[in-house]
């Protein structure tokens, strides 16, 4: 990533690394040596010079009358930072068209002469012949054998890439299971190929450089030499760059997901803008200087600055809807939340924030020459390894994010919520590892610009607060997750025991998950005070207040209160327990749910109703311990009851003998006798023991033998009937009945549409 640091000046710089004068400040603002005497030399730029300065002459009285006034470095009522600073950028401003004015006029000179073949000039360039040959070799050089080199790897760029594209295998580490973290590794793997080319390529060029100039390695020729091959590495490490992210040839060693064309196309773009600016301002304006002028190499390197600039900008804001829209698709696509609503602000403001950036590029670097190209260089490139180095780090929380654990057998027969309980804790901290790497990038782009000081922050006393405040709530969360993670693991464990032990009660199970949720809250309450006060904010107050609060709603809520006492009271002495069959409040149903102020019943209907413990005044459990059917069975008064009572017996004997309920069946029969006799008929008492919860199964399988043997010996089951009695006169005859009316009426039963006759009075 050093190559970064070189972009901004392959790009935009003038100056050569041979010339060792001092360059011109808005401080000190004097012209080259070289400048200079070439202006004397002129006599139309040295009339024009000594005209400039009568005329500062005259304006510097006036000027001097009020210094702290005018002075732009000195602070005033008038002069604030921003003004100040406003000040010296006019100043820059004005220096840098007088220069480039000056260095027009000396070029259009230096033309003039090149033009009429001035001796002096020609016998100039005449001089140079032999090292730019050199330097020609040198080029022909190092291009042929990276030529050669890119050839020879190229076999191996496919397999990298056919490596990228192989299906994911069932290794030990998670990461080479990803393809996308296989196509990573695919990309630097193919980025180092390329890098080595390069080297390899600059160090054959070198030892040409060394080969034509061994006796005098200082010489001309070697130093045009060195500049070509300073930029190459620079320039060719840079595209390199580019065809890792918009590779053309092997879609899976692309970073970006973009299609084949728009891939070319920005690879195209980006190569030209590095290309151009790179050899162009590090080969031909050094060359141009030593050749014709200074004059002439500025003119022409700000022609070059201003061409890639031009050039850039235009094709930047001719793409800027189709970028845009492809930020807003893979948006659209993501499942990050943070991320997308990092790619849709990208999509607003990705074309202003280049157009801007590649403006004070051009600016800074033709206007001042005070480190800010070395600034842009190394915020550029702080930049550029803060987004690769978080891009790496966001694509590994992905692809763990995607990734379960998985418990040993062990672990998930003991305690069975476990995995399930981690599984469900990773995405909650993946995303906050993700949030604290977006802050970290933000944080340290802010100081590559200093918009921000992180290093300054982060020993300060406010920096060193926020990062032990910080990593003192990291560990009070841990803490308390880890707690609740240990304490109802081991509930759950309880709850669900292995098979071949002990299985806990109904009680127990009650208890427990009461104690679970008790539990929950203790851990959040205490998690939220500790990390309140671990902030720097005072809970003194607030567990007054609490209390204060408390009191009052203890006034308001006694009702809430006695929920909670009576549930308690009903718990400890094991009034009712989860599925336990219970009556109470008027409700008949299964204990569905217990918390610590209410008892949800799910009646017969499936109605769900929850009810307050301060409503229940009476438990009725119907199991505890075992139950009875009781069934009060009645008879025809005509019947035998010992007739009765035996096949009671014999119909209990064939319930014995029924798989489904005969285990739960605890005692024989019992059967007090007849217990009432009324109008209706005799009533027979019958008690049967089962185990708790299954007296209404027994009771549904014993009514239907019963039955069955009812049927079979002709007993009778009273029911409604209607007795009709024929009334007789004093001497005891009846009234004949009209059986002609009775055979009407059959035939009227077996066929409806007859009518019957009218009966005889």
């Known amino acids: 990533m050093l190559v970064f640091l070189l972009v901004g000046s392959t790009l935009f710089t003038h100056t050569t690394a041979w010339s060792q004068t001092v360059e011109p400040t808005p401080a000190d603002p004097r012209l080259s040596y070289e400048g200079l005497a070439e202006v004397l030399d002129n006599d139309e730029l040295r009339s024009q010079l000594i005209q400039e300065l009568r005329d500062l002459a005259q304006t510097e009285p006036a000027a001097a009358a009020t210094p702290a006034a005018n002075d732009p470095g000195v602070l005033n009522e008038t002069n604030t930072p921003t003004t100040v600073k406003s000040n010296q950028w006019m100043?820059?401003?004005?220096?840098?068209?007088?220069?480039?004015?000056?260095?027009?006029?000396?070029?259009?000179?230096?033309?003039?002469?090149?033009?009429?073949?001035?001796?002096?000039?020609?016998?100039?360039?005449?001089?140079?012949?032999?090292?730019?040959?050199?330097?020609?070799?040198?080029?022909?050089?190092?291009?042929?054998?990276?030529?050669?080199?890119?050839?020879?790897?190229?076999?191996?760029?496919?397999?990298?890439?056919?490596?990228?594209?192989?299906?994911?295998?069932?290794?030990?580490?998670?990461?080479?299971?990803?393809?996308?973290?296989?196509?990573?590794?695919?990309?630097?793997?193919?980025?180092?190929?390329?890098?080595?080319?390069?080297?390899?390529?600059?160090?054959?060029?070198?030892?040409?450089?060394?080969?034509?100039?061994?006796?005098?390695?200082?010489?001309?020729?070697?130093?045009?030499?060195?500049?070509?091959?300073?930029?190459f590495v620079v320039v060719e490490g840079v595209k390199s760059l580019s065809r890792a992210v918009f590779s053309t040839r092997y879609e899976q060693l692309r970073l970006l997901p973009i299609g084949s064309a728009s891939a070319q196309f920005w690879n195209r773009w980006f190569s030209m803008v590095v290309s151009v600016g790179g050899y162009g301002l590090r080969v031909v304006v050094p060359l141009l200087t030593v050749i014709l002028s200074s004059a002439v190499a500025n003119v022409v390197g700000t022609l070059l600055a201003l061409a890639v600039y031009a050039y850039a900008v235009s094709v930047l804001w001719t793409k800027r809807h189709s970028v845009t829209q492809t930020f807003l698709d893979e948006a659209n696509r993501t499942e990050n939340a943070v991320m997308g609503t990092v790619l849709r602000i990208m999509a607003r403001l990705w074309v202003w924030v280049a157009i801007l950036y590649f403006t004070a590029l051009l600016v800074v670097t033709q206007v001042t020459h005070d480190n800010a190209l070395v600034f842009m260089a190394q915020a550029s490139a702080q930049t550029l390894l803060v987004f690769?180095?978080?891009?790496?780090?966001?694509?590994?929380?992905?692809?763990?994010?995607?990734?379960?654990?998985?418990?040993?057998?062990?672990?998930?027969?003991?305690?069975?919520?476990?995995?399930?309980?981690?599984?469900?804790?990773?995405?909650?901290?993946?995303?906050?590892?993700?949030?604290?790497?977006?802050?970290?990038?933000l944080l340290c782009v802010f100081d590559a610009w200093k918009l921000f000081n992180l290093k300054q922050w982060l020993l300060s006393a406010h920096g060193q607060t926020v990062l032990n405040t910080f990593i003192r709530v990291v560990v009070v969360l841990t803490i308390a997750a880890l707690s609740w993670t240990l304490l109802a693991s081991m509930i759950e464990h309880r709850l669900t025991r292995a098979t071949g032990v002990k299985l806990p009660t109904e009680r127990?199970?009650?208890?427990?998950?009461?104690?679970?949720?008790?539990?929950?809250?203790?851990?959040?309450?205490?998690?939220?005070?500790?990390?309140?006060?671990?902030?720097?904010?005072?809970?003194?107050?607030?567990?007054?207040?609490?209390?204060?609060?408390?009191?009052?709603?203890?006034?308001?809520?006694?009702?809430?209160?006695?929920?909670?006492?009576?549930?308690v009271f009903i718990q400890l002495e094991n009034g009712m327990n989860q599925n336990d069959v219970v009556e109470v409040a008027g409700l008949f149903g299964v204990v569905e749910k217990l918390t610590i102020r209410s008892v949800v019943i799910r009646t017969l209907d499936g109605g769900y109703h929850l009810v307050p413990f301060s409503s229940i005044d009476c438990v009725a459990n119907h199991t505890r311990d075992y139950g009875y059917h009781h069934g009060e069975y009645l008879i025809s008064l005509r019947e035998s009851v010992d007739d009765v009572?035996?096949?009671?017996?014999?119909?209990?004997?064939?319930?014995?003998?029924?798989?489904?309920?005969?285990?739960?069946?605890?005692?024989?029969?019992?059967?007090?006798?007849?217990?009432?006799?009324?109008?209706?008929?005799?009533?027979?008492?019958?008690?049967?023991?089962?185990?708790p919860g299954m007296q209404w199964a027994v009771q549904r399988s014993f009514n239907r033998l019963l039955k069955q043997h009812f049927d079979a010996a002709g007993i009778e089951i009273p029911y409604p009937q209607t007795v009709v009695h024929f009334g007789r006169d004093k001497d005891g005859n009846s009234a004949p009945a009209n059986i002609h009316m009775v055979d009407a009426l059959a035939q009227r039963q077996r066929n409806p549409e007859i009518i019957p006759p009218t009966p005889e009075i």
Do not use: C
């Open 91 to 231: 100043t820059a401003l004005q220096y840098f068209a007088y220069q480039l004015h000056v260095d027009l006029k000396a070029s259009w000179a230096v033309l003039k002469q090149v033009l009429t073949q001035d001796p002096q000039k020609i016998e100039q360039i005449k001089r140079w012949r032999a090292p730019v040959l050199g330097l020609l070799i040198v080029v022909v050089l190092s291009l042929l054998i990276y030529g050669i080199g890119r050839r020879v790897a190229t076999p191996l760029f496919a397999r990298l890439n056919q490596w990228a594209h192989r299906p994911p295998t069932t290794g030990h580490w998670v990461l080479t299971r990803s393809l996308r973290f296989r196509k990573l590794m695919a990309v630097a793997a193919a980025l180092l190929v390329d890098w080595a080319t390069i080297v390899v390529a600059a160090l054959v060029g070198y030892a040409g450089v060394v080969s034509l100039n061994g006796a005098d390695p200082s010489s001309s020729s070697a130093f045009l030499s060195m500049q070509f091959l300073m930029a």
């Open 645 to 691: 009572i035996e096949h009671m017996h014999a119909a209990f004997a064939d319930l014995k003998r029924d798989p489904e309920v005969a285990e739960y069946i605890l005692e024989d029969i019992s059967i007090p006798g007849v217990t009432n006799l009324g109008s209706a008929g005799a009533t027979i008492r019958v008690l049967i023991k089962t185990a």
């Open 388 to 441: 690769l180095i978080g891009g790496i780090l966001s694509l590994v929380v992905s692809i763990l994010a995607n990734h379960r654990l998985h418990l040993s057998e062990y672990w998930h027969n003991n305690f069975p919520l476990l995995e399930e309980r981690l599984n469900s804790y990773v995405p909650a901290l993946l995303r906050v590892i993700r949030l604290a790497i977006v802050i970290g990038m």
């Open 508 to 567: 127990e199970k009650t208890l427990l998950i009461l104690f679970r949720n008790a539990l929950a809250i203790v851990i959040v309450t205490l998690t939220v005070l500790v990390v309140l006060s671990q902030v720097g904010i005072d809970i003194g107050p607030l567990i007054a207040g609490a209390g204060v609060v408390g009191l009052a709603i203890g006034f308001g809520a006694q009702k809430l209160v006695q929920d909670v006492i009576t549930g």
